[in-house]
Structure formats: structure tokens, C-alpha cells
């Protein structure tokens, strides 16, 4: 782990400014659209400070915008934040789509059992946290950010989904607070672990990869960290929280879990469970892309099968984080370059899916495929949204999760050509779910209760318009992120002790 501490602090600047402008928004007069202005003012200083970072950054340069202090001497845990190129396309995704969040859920807050204020200021917490998490360089400050992000999608979904939101809020925080407690196990490990090191017991990222934990250890350690990091991701088959989540949730607060929150998951196996445990890594690997593969097929499967719309957009994210562990756990620069750019596609492409299909039901008031038809007819912007918004979804080429989909493949392949053409049937299966939810509602006679469904407004179109832009643009020209990325992962590849595997090449004197 590289890096030199900078003279600002960009990164406590970034996440704090959305937790002031929460804290803003709390204080502003209530029943006023004031507040919804002032957040979005919010979220787009900061978008605009995440870009200043990301022009500054040198991919070449290791962990940068570092920060460090000393926190809690007697654990060893510092306040060390710093961003490597994988933390700084997952900080972007977060700018990016909250300020979208906040403009397409407008009016999502009204119903609620609060305010509009306390929607939009858990809105500003989260995204603040997410920063934070992203940006963690110390494993107990980690633990405690990805602890508390708990809090504000806990309120999100609880006070303001819908009818069933209690029990899909309450189902979420057990499962979470599962795997926290488990990494809570395993953090406390690490203090013992760290505690024979020669200045003491320390979470510093860059001392753990240094320690050594021992073999039995270390696989008992991992398995805490990892069991934690695939239930937020979420996998099979500790995924059952996410669709009654992401159905309950207003379609905002489904982007942000799924999008960003779950991004935590994958975020952590790699800076985390590679970094610190890189044997049990090594170790667990057939076991993991087993699991992998089960969740490509088994979520696109049951995708097939909903009649709820928000349904069926969760369970296709099972599939898809199927593919970004795939990736991982290849242990191959291609596979995980792929994983990475996937986490920033995949939140791109799932947040338009979300928020489409949310201004779609938010005009009829209902959830079930079998109540649309024909909405092309009346609604042609909305349609023709909805279908390159599933279009990405299924990776078509020419859009960015096309890129990500094929070097996770690509990757897998030259490890596991068994498991590389069962996930490869997920590809088939995203086709067929995708295409038939958008022929039964977007085509064919017009469905009588969908004859007045107005199209998209001005402000749905602003909302959608740049997540759409970047599927297209970074399909045709991913260049920037994947030289943001490349360098991260040799050097993650390097930490584990793994080589690409050689090309085999056949020999023009045996013909073999």
C-alpha cells in the first residue's frame, strides 16, 4: 500500500458536507420546498468536489488524498481515509447518484410518516457514510461506518415504503446486523492478532497485510468478513432480504441500497478479505465461485418468474453481484478489473431500472407486470427509457456493463471454463427476463388502465438523462475508469501471490 498524506483533507471534506447539509435540511422550516433545494444544492457541491478529486488523481499513484490520526491508541485504530481506484469510482457513483435520487424522488416523501425534511436529511446521511465507508482505510473505522450506514436506510425504508415497509425495514436490519456481528468477531480477532506487531496492535490497512496471522487464523478471520460482506452484497443464499427491500423502498431509496449500499459488499471482499486474508482467499476460492455461479443462475431464474416489477429488478441484481464476486474470487487481472468497472455499471444501469420503473408505477399505482400493456403507445419517452435501461442491463455491446460483464467472463475463463459457461447462461437469461418484462408492459394492445398514463416530465427526463449518458458513453470509450482501475488490481493480484495464467499456445510441430 502506497500513498502520501495530502495538506487537505479532501476526503473528511467530501463526506462531512453531506452531513451538514442533512443537518441543514433538519433545521429549515417544514411543509416548504426549501428543503429539497437545499439538499440537491448539497449533493451537487459535493458531485462537484468528487470531480475535482477524480481530475487530481494519478492512477499510477496508489492510495491518494490520504489522511491519518490517531484515534483510539488503546485499539489501535486510527482515522485514516485515502482513495485507491477502486474506492474512487465507487465514491463517484455515490455523488453521482444521489443528486439523481434526490431530483427523481421529489415527491417521494409525501405519504410518509415524516417529513419531507428527514427524508431528503437521511438521504445527505447516507451518502455522507457511503463516503466514508469507500474511503476507509482503517478496519475498525470501516466496521463503524458500515455499521451505522444501517441507520439512515433503516428510517428510509421504514418510514416512507410501502405497505409491508415495517417488515421488509425490520428483515433487512436482522440480516445486516448478522453479518455485522460476525465481522465484529473478526475485527476483535484482528486487535489479537495485531497485538505481537512491533508498535502495538493496529486496524491500519497497510500494518494488517504486513501481520502474520496464521493460516487457521486467518480462514477463521476471513470467514467472519466475508460472510458480512455477502449479505450486504447480497448472495445466495443469504440474499432473501433484498426483494422485499427493494419492493417496499420508494424507488429512490431502492438506488441507493442496491446501487451504492450493497457496493459494500463486493467494495469490502476486495480492499478487505484479498488485502488482509490472502491465503484464506486463496483458500476459499472454489467454494466462493461455486456460490458465485449458483447466484448468476438462481437470481436470473427467479427473475423470470415475478409478476412485481420491483421484484424482479432486485432478484436480477442477485445475478448480477453473482458476476462481481465471480470476478473476484477468479483471481485474474481481467476478472477483476471486470468486477470493479461492474460495481460502477451495475449501480448505473439498476438505478435507472429503479427509477423508471418507479415513475412508471408511480402513474398507475401498481406493482404487477400483468396491469401495463401497450405504454409505448402513450408514453414513448418512457418506453424507449425503460427499454436502454434494460438493454444494459442484459450487457448488450456498445453499453457500459457489456465491458465489465465480458472481462469478468474473459477472466474466469482462463481459471474455470466449467464455471465460466454456467454464468455465461446468465447472459441468455438476462435477455429473456428483461425483454419479456418490457414486451408485456411496453408492447402490445394498450391495457385499458394505462389509456391516460402521462410520459415523462422535464424533471423525471434531468433525472434519468445522466445515468443514461454514462452507460453510453463509457460503453464506447471505458478507457478513463479502466486505467483508474488497472493499477489497484495488479497490485491487489500481487498482495494475494497470483499471476495471470499463461496463454497456452499450441505447437506447430505436434499440431497439439
Given at each position: 500500500m502506497t500513498g502520501s498524506e495530502t495538506t487537505v483533507p479532501w476526503l473528511t471534506i467530501l463526506a462531512v458536507l453531506p452531513l451538514v447539509g442533512a443537518a441543514v435540511v433538519l433545521l429549515l422550516p417544514k411543509g416548504?420546498?426549501?428543503?429539497?433545494?437545499?439538499?440537491?444544492?448539497?449533493?451537487?457541491?459535493?458531485?462537484?468536489?468528487?470531480?475535482?478529486?477524480?481530475?487530481?488523481?494519478?492512477?499510477?499513484?496508489?492510495?491518494?488524498?490520504?489522511?491519518?490520526?490517531?484515534?483510539?491508541?488503546?485499539?489501535?485504530?486510527?482515522y485514516a481515509v485515502g482513495l485507491d481506484g477502486l474506492g474512487l469510482l465507487l465514491v463517484l457513483l455515490t455523488t453521482i447518484l444521489t443528486p439523481v435520487v434526490i431530483l427523481a424522488s421529489w415527491y417521494d416523501s409525501d405519504g410518509g410518516r415524516w417529513s419531507a425534511n428527514t427524508f431528503f436529511g437521511w438521504i445527505l446521511v447516507l451518502e455522507g457514510l457511503s463516503i466514508g465507508v469507500f474511503a476507509a482505510t482503517d478496519v475498525f473505522l470501516f466496521y463503524v461506518l458500515f455499521e451505522a450506514t444501517l441507520i439512515p436506510i433503516y428510517f428510509l425504508i421504514g418510514g416512507f415504503g410501502g405497505p409491508r415497509r415495517s417488515y421488509a425495514a425490520v428483515k433487512f436490519l436482522?440480516?445486516?446486523?448478522?453479518?455485522?456481528?460476525?465481522?465484529?468477531?473478526?475485527?476483535?480477532?484482528?486487535?489479537?492478532?495485531?497485538?505481537?506487531?512491533?508498535?502495538?496492535?493496529?486496524?491500519?490497512?497497510?500494518?494488517?497485510?504486513?501481520?502474520?496471522?496464521?493460516?487457521?487464523?486467518?480462514?477463521w478471520l476471513f470467514l467472519g468478513f466475508f460472510i458480512a460482506f455477502a449479505v450486504k452484497a447480497p448472495m445466495w443464499p443469504v440474499h432473501t432480504w433484498l426483494p422485499d427491500a427493494a419492493s417496499e423502498a420508494t424507488p429512490g431509496t431502492s438506488v441507493l441500497l442496491v446501487s451504492v449500499l450493497d457496493k459494500i459488499g463486493t467494495f469490502g471482499m476486495m480492499r478487505f478479505c484479498l488485502n488482509i486474508f490472502p491465503e484464506a482467499s486463496r483458500w476459499a476460492t472454489p467454494v466462493v465461485i461455486t456460490l458465485a455461479v449458483i447466484s448468476v443462475i438462481y437470481g436470473a431464474l427467479l427473475a423470470i418468474g415475478q409478476q412485481d416489477i420491483r421484484r424482479l429488478?432486485?432478484?436480477?441484481?442477485?445475478?448480477?453481484?453473482?458476476?462481481?464476486?465471480?470476478?473476484?474470487?477468479?483471481?485474474?487481472?481481467?476478472?477483476?478489473?471486470?468486477?470493479?468497472?461492474?460495481?460502477?455499471?451495475?449501480?448505473?444501469?439498476?438505478?435507472?431500472?429503479?427509477?423508471?420503473?418507479?415513475?412508471?408505477?408511480?402513474?398507475?399505482?401498481?406493482?404487477?407486470?400483468?396491469?401495463?400493456?401497450?405504454?409505448?403507445?402513450?408514453?414513448p419517452v418512457l418506453?424507449?427509457?425503460?427499454?436502454?435501461?434494460?438493454?444494459?442491463?442484459?450487457?448488450?455491446?456498445?453499453?457500459?456493463?457489456?465491458?465489465?460483464?465480458?472481462?469478468?467472463?474473459?477472466?474466469?475463463?482462463?481459471?474455470?471454463?466449467?464455471?465460466?459457461?454456467?454464468?455465461?447462461?446468465?447472459?441468455?437469461?438476462?435477455?429473456?427476463?428483461?425483454?419479456?418484462?418490457?414486451?408485456?408492459?411496453?408492447?402490445?394492445?394498450?391495457?385499458?388502465?394505462?389509456?391516460?398514463?402521462?410520459?415523462?416530465?422535464?424533471?423525471?427526463?434531468?433525472?434519468?438523462?445522466?445515468?443514461?449518458?454514462?452507460?453510453?458513453?463509457?460503453?464506447?470509450?471505458?478507457?478513463?475508469?479502466?486505467?483508474?482501475?488497472n493499477p489497484t488490481v495488479d497490485r491487489l493480484l500481487q498482495q494475494v501471490g497470483v499471476e495471470d495464467p499463461q496463454p497456452t499456445v499450441a505447437s506447430a510441430e505436434t499440431g497439439s
Open positions: 416548504t420546498a426549501i428543503a429539497k433545494q437545499v439538499t440537491l444544492g448539497f449533493s451537487l457541491v459535493a458531485l462537484a468536489v468528487s470531480i475535482a478529486m477524480a481530475a487530481k488523481f494519478d492512477v499510477e499513484g496508489g492510495f491518494q488524498f490520504v489522511e491519518q490520526y490517531n484515534w483510539i491508541d488503546s485499539f489501535g485504530a486510527h436482522l440480516y445486516s446486523l448478522f453479518g455485522g456481528l460476525l465481522m465484529l468477531a473478526s475485527v476483535v480477532g484482528l486487535y489479537v492478532a495485531s497485538a505481537g506487531n512491533d508498535g502495538g496492535p493496529s486496524y491500519l490497512l497497510e500494518d494488517l497485510m504486513s501481520t502474520d496471522i496464521g493460516t487457521t487464523t486467518g480462514r429488478i432486485a432478484y436480477t441484481s442477485v445475478s448480477h453481484f453473482g458476476f462481481i464476486v465471480l470476478g473476484i474470487f477468479a483471481m485474474t487481472s481481467q476478472g477483476q478489473t471486470g468486477a470493479a468497472f461492474y460495481m460502477f455499471n451495475h449501480g448505473l444501469s439498476t438505478a435507472a431500472l429503479f427509477l423508471v420503473t418507479g415513475f412508471l408505477v408511480s402513474r398507475r399505482g401498481s406493482k404487477m407486470i400483468d396491469d401495463y400493456g401497450g405504454v409505448e403507445k402513450v408514453a418506453a424507449g427509457t425503460f427499454l436502454l435501461a434494460g438493454l444494459s442491463s442484459l450487457s448488450l455491446p456498445g453499453l457500459s456493463p457489456f465491458v465489465s460483464e465480458f472481462l469478468v467472463l474473459a477472466g474466469t475463463f482462463t481459471v474455470s471454463i466449467p464455471a465460466a459457461v454456467i454464468a455465461t447462461l446468465g447472459i441468455v437469461l438476462a435477455a429473456l427476463y428483461i425483454l419479456y418484462m418490457y414486451q408485456r408492459t411496453m408492447t402490445g394492445p394498450l391495457h385499458p388502465a394505462t389509456e391516460l398514463l402521462p410520459d415523462l416530465r422535464a424533471r423525471e427526463v434531468a433525472a434519468l438523462a445522466p445515468l443514461l449518458l454514462l452507460i453510453v458513453v463509457l460503453g464506447l470509450f471505458p478507457k478513463p475508469a479502466l486505467d483508474a482501475l
